[in-house]
């Protein structure tokens, strides 16, 4: 798969999001030097997703990532809809 981890979302691009689903059911999916919102330090990190068989994702972002900011400011910046 080309492209970060948000190309699929970003791109609305159903082809690369049932791509990434997908993998994310078998292993966790590794995406490196992936731009974070402008409240975190650094401001590139890896980040892996991996999806349960309950059907519940989990986002994994590397250690040492700091969140600068408020609480909303933070939830804002991770939510997604």
Do not use: H
């Not at 994310?24 to 890896?46: G, K, N, S, Y």
């Amino acid at each position: 798969m080309t492209g970060g981890w948000d190309a699929a979302i970003l791109e609305n691009s159903k082809d690369k999001y049932r791509d990434l689903e997908m993998k994310a059911q078998q292993i966790c999916v590794v995406f490196r030097d992936q731009e974070l919102p402008p409240a975190a330090l650094p401001p590139l990190t890896r980040i892996g997703f991996e999806i349960a068989p309950s059907g519940v994702a989990t986002i994994y972002i590397d250690k040492g990532v700091f969140l600068q900011g408020s609480t909303r400011t933070t939830r804002m910046a991770f939510k997604w809809d």
